[in-house]
């Protein structure tokens, strides 16, 4: 097979509807994360106008342009959007877009995930743009604390559209990570060990495994507060055993991690570009990826910096304000690392180096305000001032946004396959770096004079005016700086002026393929053998084109790839992913409409999305299996391997490992939660306790046992070549108890609306209802799929992964009997 009919094959395998119909049912990475890329561009461009639209309202004293009930949407809509909505998606839409081609495969792990992702992510910001539009918007500030966001205080739908929208949205940030997680370990080119990993792919791990624990407190948290609002379940009220800093304590806890999230992708781009530019190596690789890893453990312990005002024993205070400072030292490596780099290179001042200029000057100078809000008698005197703003500013647009233009212009030619002809980014470059610091260093200015932040007006009297007014014309002069960054942008994707392969001479494998890439990435996988396989063979993307890597021999109407061994990179098995697909965007609008149900109430419309969630995610699954054995595959250069659906640690296993250390973080914050509320709360122990119930202990326990040990059987039996029935059955009896039992302690718990304990109890006892009722399905699932001749030996996937599921529904099942029956022991 030549070269051209290769191309032919693999296209007319891997290419999407043509047209905008094709949007609808593209499953392929590189559609999904321009997709991605151009939402999140678009949400950017709607906070950048919200952002103008407050400094219009503080350029002058006494403005009227917004008044209170307006700004507070301003500012809640304009902090909300830039982190939910721009920041973390471009992350996502850059990493969906690039990890595959820099790993040098074909797709990432679960297509059709990455599809279900962005339309989660697209309605679930669709709703939050319509409650602006309609002025409904939520205006109790981007971390929405309670008692002010309560139902007491904020009666209307505003709050509920953030706390449905945003867990909505951050549905697509899990399902993200856990792919990437996935993809970075499990599919890269054979031969690419940990250690030869492009450095990005080390950042986005990081950043994946950060979303995977950072996330699930934040949506623990918004959870909590929703049903409070809906239903008077008493978490954050004082008067009924709550509290209301337990809510700043989940949301930090996800908050200050948060940022790392967003910095950390840029920090990898950084790292990426740099070299290149220089035209060397990386200075200190593994000091990098220590660093990185260091910084993630750090940012988990910090986030009562954020809370130094409201009350917390000094030892505390002293220990949080040390930690904050420490974060110095691994950001310290990676800044030492990339003038090292500049140092022993011969760096060249292209476009994108002027914007990793423009970050490192803010960045730093970002860092030191961070210093001295970490030192907290200088935090109580700042605290809600402007000064604060702007440091979170010189951090989030130093940090990420400087680095992103970088990214824009480094990685477009790639996606276009064209160069730059009209050379507008070095003025607009000008206008932003300006424009920026004028707007933020006046902003600390005032702030150290007095302002405070998320208030509208002020007075001629307080001396604001001058450098309130400098600060909006430098935040118009950077928004004309970002139009013409857009403007060339669209010229760019509209000239034809052809770029050659590998415009920057970079030695990642991105570029080792012709651009703009197609639907397949590669035509054949490569070998890698060092860091930079470019550099080490120019003339790799011929080969690959020739058909000399892996996988060369496309077969018909199957789009494969393989998996490598986590930490030497040897090949280890053989993947099919499935076609483009509507399931994607259908499950999407069935899971938002279980959201809609709620955001609306129209309750009785909630457990019919529920079930419509379920019967499509069956269908979802259900299409993964295969009726004959696939044996193994000849992947070419001499190498057979096994098919991914034979084996025990199958990619659906591993995923399904990684969602459920999200979901342990969950759970760990609801632990947490009670935990607080017990030992901080006022009004413990509440008037009624629960009494141990022997039948629920009894039950409970046998059920996950139950479970466990006949999924167990199931699978032995089935490698054995025997039928899995008996063991399916004991799995069957075990879950339908333990369902029995939480349901059981549910009904038990006094009072939920009446105090935080029953409240709290009631929440416990539904997590563990909802996984016993998931175990519940899934057996049936199994069973449903042994019926149909779907298992075999040579088919074993299904049966590890909900072994799983298993174990983790027995191990959450004691820490939830401890929580309901401890309390009344003790008593
Ligand atoms: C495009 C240029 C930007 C301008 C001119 C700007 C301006 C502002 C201003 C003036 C405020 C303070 C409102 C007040 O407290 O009264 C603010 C708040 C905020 N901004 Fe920006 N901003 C910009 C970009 C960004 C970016 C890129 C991010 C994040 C990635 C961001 C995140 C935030 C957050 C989280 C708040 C706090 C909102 C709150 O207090 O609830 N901003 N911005
Ligand atoms: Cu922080």
Redesign the pocket.
């Given at each position: 097979m030549n070269a051209l009919k290769r191309h032919r094959r693999l296209d007319a395998i891997w290419s999407s509807q043509p047209g905008w119909k094709g949007w609808f049912s593209t499953v392929n990475h590189s559609d999904v994360g321009r997709m991605f890329l151009a939402t999140a561009f678009f949400h950017?461009l709607v906070?950048?106008v919200l952002?103008?639209l407050?400094?219009a309202q503080?350029a002058t004293p006494h403005s009227a342009f917004a008044g209170p009930e307006i700004?507070n949407q301003?500012?809640?809509m304009?902090?909300?959007i830039?982190?939910f909505l721009?920041?973390i998606p471009t992350f996502e839409g850059l990493a969906i877009y690039l990890l595959p081609k820099m790993l040098g495969t074909r797709d990432l792990a679960y297509p059709r995930l990455t599809a279900y992702g962005f339309w989660c992510y697209f309605f679930g910001g669709a709703m939050l743009l319509l409650s602006l539009v309609l002025g409904i918007a939520p205006d109790g500030?981007?971390?929405m604390y309670p008692p002010l966001t309560g139902p007491i205080y904020s009666p209307g739908i505003n709050t509920d559209f953030w706390l449905i929208g945003i867990t909505f949205v951050e549905i697509s940030a899990i399902c993200a990570a856990v792919e990437f997680t996935v993809s970075i370990l499990k599919y890269r080119a054979p031969g690419m060990s940990l250690a030869k990993m492009p450095i990005f792919a080390w950042y986005a791990l990081v950043t994946s495994l950060m979303i995977l624990t950072g996330f699930p407190p934040l949506i623990l948290g918004s959870i909590l507060l929703e049903v409070e609002r809906a239903f008077g379940l008493p978490f954050f009220q004082a008067e009924h055993g709550g509290d209301s800093l337990l809510w700043q304590h989940l949301f930090w806890l996800f908050g200050h991690p948060e940022v790392y999230i967003?910095f950390l992708p840029a920090a990898g781009v950084v790292s990426t570009i740099i070299p290149v530019m220089a035209r060397t190596t990386l200075l200190g690789y593994g000091w990098v990826v220590a660093a990185v890893v260091a910084l993630a453990f750090l940012s988990f312990g910090l986030w009562v910096h954020h809370m130094f005002a409201t009350g917390i024993p000094h030892m505390g205070l002293a220990f949080f304000s040390a930690a904050s400072t420490l974060v110095a030292v691994p950001t310290g490596i990676q800044i030492f690392a990339w003038i090292g780099t500049l140092w022993k290179g011969r760096p060249q001042l292209h476009l994108p180096m002027l914007h990793i200029l423009g970050f490192f000057v803010t960045f730093v100078i970002g860092g030191l305000t961070g210093v001295m809000v970490a030192v907290v008698p200088f935090d109580w005197q700042v605290h809600d001032t402007?000064f604060v703003?702007a440091h979170?500013?010189y951090v989030?647009?130093g940090g990420?946004?400087f680095p992103m233009l970088a990214a824009i212009y480094y990685w477009l030619p790639l996606a276009t396959g064209r160069k730059r002809f009209f050379r507008l980014g070095e003025v607009a470059f000008a206008l932003v770096f300006f424009g920026?610091h004028l707007?933020?260093l006046a902003?600390h200015w005032v702030g150290l004079m007095g302002q405070?932040?998320?208030?509208?007006t002020y007075a001629p009297e307080d001396g604001w005016t001058t450098i309130n007014l400098i600060?909006s014309i430098?935040?118009f002069i950077?928004?004309i700086g970002?139009a013409i960054v857009l403007l060339e942008v669209v010229l760019h994707m509209t000239t034809r002026h052809r770029v050659a392969r590998n415009p920057w001479r970079s030695g990642s494998l991105e570029w080792a393929m012709t651009l703009p890439p197609p639907a397949y990435n590669f035509a054949s996988l490569p070998h890698v053998e060092g860091r930079d396989p470019l550099w080490a063979d120019e003339a790799l993307a011929v080969r690959l084109a020739r058909g000399e890597g892996y996988l060369g021999d496309p077969p018909d109407g199957q789009r494969e790839t393989l998996t490598v061994d986590i930490a030497t990179g040897d090949p280890d098995y053989h993947v099919v992913y499935p076609a483009n697909t509507r399931l994607p965007i259908v499950f999407s609008a069935v899971t938002g409409l279980f959201f809609l149900s709620l955001l609306l109430k129209v309750y009785w419309l909630t457990p019919l999305a529920v079930a419509g969630v379920a019967a499509v995610g069956w269908g979802w699954v259900w299409t993964l299996g295969r009726r004959e054995d696939p044996g193994t595959q000849d992947v070419g250069r001499g190498v057979r391997l096994p098919s991914s659906d034979s084996v025990a640690r199958s990619p659906g296993w591993w995923g399904s490992l990684f969602l459920l250390v999200a979901n342990a973080t969950f759970f760990g914050s609801l632990l947490f939660g009670y935990a607080f509320l017990w030992t901080v709360a006022p009004d413990w122990p509440p008037p009624a306790l629960i009494a141990p119930s022997l039948f629920v202990v009894a039950v409970a326990l046998a059920g996950a046992a139950f479970g466990v040990a006949g999924i167990a059987l199931a699978d032995r039996a089935n490698r054995r070549g025997g039928a899995p029935v008996s063991g399916l059955g004991i799995a069957l009896l075990g879950t339908l108890g333990s369902a029995a039992a939480f349901a059981w302690l549910m009904i038990g718990t006094p009072d939920p609306a009446g105090h935080a304990y029953g409240a709290t109890l009631f929440v416990l006892g539904a997590y563990g209802l909802f996984h016993a009722a998931l175990a519940v399905l899934m057996t049936c699932f199994l069973i449903a799929r042994l019926r149909s001749g779907f298992m075999a030996p040579g088919r074993a996937a299904g049966l590890p992964i909900v072994g799983l599921w298993m174990a983790y529904l027995a191990l959450v099942t004691v820490p939830i009997l401890l929580a309901a029956y401890l309390p009344w022991v003790l008593a």
């Open positions: 950017f906070g950048g952002a103008m407050i400094r503080l700004y301003l500012f809640t304009h902090g909300t830039m982190m721009f920041a500030g981007w971390f967003i402007a703003t979170l500013h989030l647009f990420f946004v920026f707007t933020f902003m405070r932040r998320r208030i509208p600060s430098g935040g950077m928004a970002l």
